[in-house]
């Protein structure tokens, strides 16, 4: 087998470990011809044995009580004997052990799912024994998150949200997965934990469990069978540099080597995403470079009332006095449907009805949110800084006529996202109606490369080192340069180490991100000076596709690195 | 046929927590333990799912059995369940 794999690095920082796949629901292949009924009796015993010791194993270990009790419980019901009869019975009608196994559960299950109560709720449990006992006897992997009881890289096809909750960031070393893009779920998770993450690695569930393998998350490559040596040296690079406990050493503000500052705000959904120490940590934590408001909205028949909102927005502004808290507005539309702005289904719905756009139908809904921004900021001790910016902006109009709205209601720095590639040509134009811009990298992306964040095959164009973004985004900071206005970055783009440095290069004067990456970016970003940045900058814009830019900015920071040793010398 | 009868003392009945430690406990047996209400069904006390589908509530009295098998041992495993199931199994601290 090769011995190295390359698929899109998405969250940087390296790690190595044994790698341990995460199977899915394992589909039944045809059935055999049983030839020899005992044999295909004893598999299927085993497999039920095998499920329940495993089970066994993770409730003996498992610390939370209430972890333990499910544990526990679901441990019995493999080694029921009732399903182990039933399997046997199910082998004498002429069943292969997969099907037996199968067919013993599903019984059982839709028998306590007609009983209904308490007694239905375990029919899922049941469910999910028969998976791991099928996924056993067909050698797949075991479905769900692996829980062997060591830290370990955890291999995946993709990660669905459901899979996350089970995820323990403190067993888990980093991620591989042979689906994704820089912006899918897996991607925004491994971020947000800290963790390294390789996504669009289409061979790596040929990688066997057990594997010592290294991988690294800024360049996107996995290495097999990893040397216990290079595997420890990774183990202490993670630990130091991108693990939640290296906060520690990086305690803001931002800025680079020679003192260039660089604000490193955090992307949050509401006030419970900010640090405990939010009020006091003036240097850690600058500021809040997106609020995102439509997670009060999500999952709710009609729109939150205007105190309900004020409450909200007050508790954010109160956790940070005197320091910066860009608000976006509402964005919702058909990818993000929200039941009251009861959008018509929309045959290309990131082409749609969405951001700003949902404000031509229901005007009513932005102006209830700007009127509870404006009392929340004149609330007792609500003593941020307040900026409004609106998402989707495609036309200067568009951006003078919220303006106009957002300053009616006596809110004074006003906004627009650049995500639509019209905004960033326009980018000059546009500032001379508001007073900042935030370019979120990743639907700028997707709308510069014409490819679906959703689509993991077209993850090589959604990279966020496009040049071509990178020429957007440069076009954006040239146009605050002349105009004298901020232009941040809020999109993932921001939590890349060395991209942040080529951002800050391209004359990008904040990055908000989430606050796991905040210690690395900010280690990154002390260590170039305003110009390595921008030589990092030119030579990524003069790279032909998203991978040489990289690579191109990696030689820059080595050429830089170089001269500093020879300068120190 | 040695037989017990028992009041579950249980708060929440036999089910979750409770039923686990009475299964765990019958597996442990060296005679096979039956369980019903009344005369209902036997249920196979080793069994998990068939204990649960009794659906034992707090208050009922149930009867053990071992069937066809007599001696000490099977006197022993009926005193020892039936002790299990008089004494209110939610109220224990999760000691483990």
Known sequence: MIDRLQGLGVSAGAAAGPALRMGRVPQLPSPRSVTDPPTEQAAAREALDRVGHELAERAARATDPAARAILEAQALIAKDPLLAESCDSAVAAGLDAAHAVHAAFTQQADGLRAAGGYLGERAADLEDLRDRAVAWLLGEPMPGIPDPGHPFVLIADDLAPADTAALDPTRVLALVTVRGGPTSHTAILARALGLPAVVACREALAIEDGTLIHIDGETGTVTLNATPDCAASAANATNAATRPAATARFTGPGRTADGHRVPLLLNIGSADDLPADAATNVEGIEGVGLLRTELLFLGRHDAPSLDEQREAYVRVFRALPGRRVVLRTLDAGADKPLPFLSLADEPNPALGIRGLRTSRTRPDVLDTQLEAVALAAQADDADADVWVMAPMVSTVQEAADFAARVRAHGLSKVGAMVEVPSAALRAGQILEHVDFLSIGTNDLGQYTMAADRQCGELADLLDPWQPALLDLIALCARAGKVAGNPVGVCGEAASDPLLACVLVGLGVTSLSMSRAAVSRVGVRLRQHTLNDCTSLADAALAAPDAAAARAAARAAVRAAVRALAIHDS | ?96
């Open chain 2, 1 to 96: 046929m040695p037989e017990r009868t028992v009041t579950i003392a249980s708060a929440s009945g036999l089910h979750a927590r409770p039923a686990a430690l009475f299964v765990k406990a019958a597996a442990a047996q060296p005679v096979p333990v039956k369980l019903r209400i009344g005369d209902g069904p036997l249920a196979d006390a080793r069994s998990i799912l068939a204990v649960l589908a009794l659906r034992v509530e707090h208050g009922t009295t149930v009867t053990l059995s071992t069937g066809a098998q007599d001696g000490p041992a099977a006197h022993e495993a009926l005193e020892a369940l039936a002790d299990l199931l008089s004494r209110d199994l939610d109220a224990q601290p999760a000691n483990d």
